[in-house]
């Protein structure tokens, strides 16, 4: 899924609040934490 899909599937209602959100709570991008997740 795409960040966007999962942003919305989880009741976010713009891309901009889940990245809000999920930055605030984890201290890195959806990105980021994809990337580190698959490196790993």
Do not use: C, D, H, W
């Not at 609040?17 to 999920?22: K, Q």
């Amino acid at each position: 899924m795409s960040v966007e899909q999962i942003g919305y599937s989880v009741g976010f209602a713009t891309r901009a609040n889940f990245y809000r959100a999920f930055g605030a709570q984890l201290g890195v991008t959806p990105k980021e934490y994809r990337e580190s997740r698959e490196n790993n």
